[in-house]
């Protein structure tokens, strides 16, 4: 009988569910595509995906691809891996990006020294395939 | 006119168990065992309470609190889903149920084995409000509370020169508070070196920076004042009390001002309610799941300005003996995390008088805010009756 140890189970990234609503966000990001949802009434972008505008209420909307360059608006960089997966990455800098498009998007800012983090530092997205239905964003300095 | 919820509903009764780093006892037992607690220092029978605000998730439920305590005719069960900010805003809850008379008594109570049962990140799945941030910020690496309040935090030091210093002022001063209390995890002295030496979690956030993850239960009993009058303890009465929601509440990521927490709307509808300002406050209970957000509620709490908050809490400023004690139970970050009932539970003790080491000379009147779910914030404001 074998000795050896059990090998922990390998950590699973924590991977998006797309909803009704945000399936042609998730879609756009397999085709290297930045899509946004537009109200069909008043026009206005909205992020993240839901059903109702809540500017003028219309509950009619379409996607459109967006520009993928933004600037710095915060940042943190995550040391402690809170889910084992990440453990390998961390440190890893998590930058909140106000892009031109008018929203916000969140995710890993790379090839940036943190010593060179600042507001409004120009960055533009990248796509990274991690299976085959799922791709996530990512930023690198415009 | 007054509010009809000035000072109609009271705290009538406070308890809580060890705060301990390991207990055998499920989450439900230790909110019963502070339940039971608080009902006896209200000086009544389990069997007087007709009203439950459990912590949810977590813990117990109504039909758990009827089985066990043999309530015989529960007349109003609620949950408050706000994270952080639950307890404070149950206080609300509760004040309206007994204010109206559907009520006499209701019970708000916390059971958590944050440190033997479930972690934050685990336990925040089944928050449906983090059902956005499970979907696009999970994924990225970006999900636990330290990470998420943490941009905020950079952006404040960023815009205002905020300071790691600052932030350990908040981390030192709560845990020379919680030496003084006793019934707490963090017991031996914290030094500005200790902070600034301790692994950084998520960039500002360094280790003492992070509220515990701790054990115990923590309950509170809200009952109409005339009735609270009649009982065993000194009456503390509720001035005002309110809950705030942020814009973007499920997204921080989206929110249009990241340091705009639902405190920025609940707490003028409390001082209002209350007829009072920062300045009648004598000792204030702030929640405190990072150092910097007991900075930025200390800026929307009016006690400064927006952008100050780092400079306020130097100078022994926020603590015993200054001008503005805070946390003088240790806190989450130095007490145990039950979700900031304790705070409720200190604010009550400060202004009955039995506070012991900690006591604020002559507290009269004293404010205690919950924060969380991403920036929901509620407040309330207590007075020692005459």
Known sequence: MSTAPVAAPVPERPLPTPTRESQPYWDGMREGRFMLQHCAGCGKVRHYPRPVCPHCFSQESSFKEAPQGGAIHTWTVCHHPFNFFFKAAAPYIVALIDMDAGVRVNAQLKGVAEADLAIGKRVKMGFEPVNKEVTLPFFVAE | ?????????????????????????????????????????????????????????????????????????????????????????????????????????????????????????????????????????????????????????????????????????????????????????????????????????????????????????????????????????????????????PESPASIAQRPDLLEFGLVKSAPRAYEMAGVGPKDIDVAEIYDCFTFTVIRQLEILGFCKTGEGGSFVMDGRIGLGGDLPINTHGGLLSQGHVVGLNHAIELTRQLRGEAGRAQVKDAEVGLVTGYGDMGDGSIAILRRAA
């Open chain 2, 1 to 245: 006119m007054a509010h009809p919820l000035h000072e109609t509903a009271a705290v009538s009764g406070i308890g809580e168990t060890a705060y301990t780093r390991g207990t055998p006892k499920s989450a439900l037992a230790l909110q019963l065992e502070a339940s039971l607690a608080a009902i006896a220092d209200a000086g009544l029978s389990p069997r007087d309470i007709d009203g439950i605000v459990p912590y949810f998730p977590g813990g117990g439920i109504a039909e758990d609190f009827i089985a066990n305590l043999g309530l015989p005719d529960l007349k109003l069960s609620l949950f408050v889903p706000m994270g952080g900010a639950t307890c404070v805003a149950a206080i609300q809850s509760a004040a309206m149920a007994v204010a109206t008379g559907v009520c006499n008594h209701v019970l708000i109570a916390v059971g958590r084995t944050g440190y033997s049962g479930a972690r934050v990140s685990t336990r925040l799945q089944q928050f449906p409000q983090f059902a956005l941030a499970a979907e696009f910020e999970a994924p990225i690496g970006m999900f636990a509370p330290a990470q998420l309040y943490a941009q905020g935090a950079r952006r404040h030091m960023d815009l205002y020169g905020t300071t790691a210093r600052q932030l350990a002022e908040v981390a030192v001063v709560t845990r020379q508070h919680a030496i003084l209390n006793g019934n707490v995890v963090m017991n031996k002295p914290l030094t500005v070196e200790e902070h600034h030496a301790s692994r950084m979690i998520s960039d500002p956030f360094r280790l003492f920076d992070c509220s515990l993850e701790s054990d115990g239960g923590a309950a509170i009993i809200i009952s109409r004042a005339d009735r609270a009058r009649d009982l065993k303890k000194p009456l503390v009465t509720i001035m005002g009390v309110a809950e705030g929601h």
